[in-house]
């Protein structure tokens, strides 16, 4: 769970600095799903790959989906 809101903090920390929109896009929403995959790993059993799944969309298909229908 920690590793996973270590994660959430390091990928939002883009959005802080840059004025790039796709690396605040991805920022945003790498936060978001670590964030969501660090709460489900609080609530659930050690090892059930939600969290893993979570973590995957929020960082990789939901901000190239987001980029994509941006076209940047």
């Known amino acids: 769970m920690l590793f996973r809101l270590g994660c959430a ?18 920022g945003i929403c790498a936060a978001l799903g670590y964030a969501v995959a660090a709460e489900l790993a609080r609530w659930s059993r050690p090892w059930n790959g939600r969290g893993a799944v979570a973590a995957l969309l929020g960082s990789v298909v939901v901000p190239l989906a987001l980029m994509i229908a941006a076209g940047g």
């Open 9 to 26: 903090v390091f990928a939002l920390s883009p959005t802080l600095v840059t004025t790039l929109t796709p690396h605040r896009i991805w």
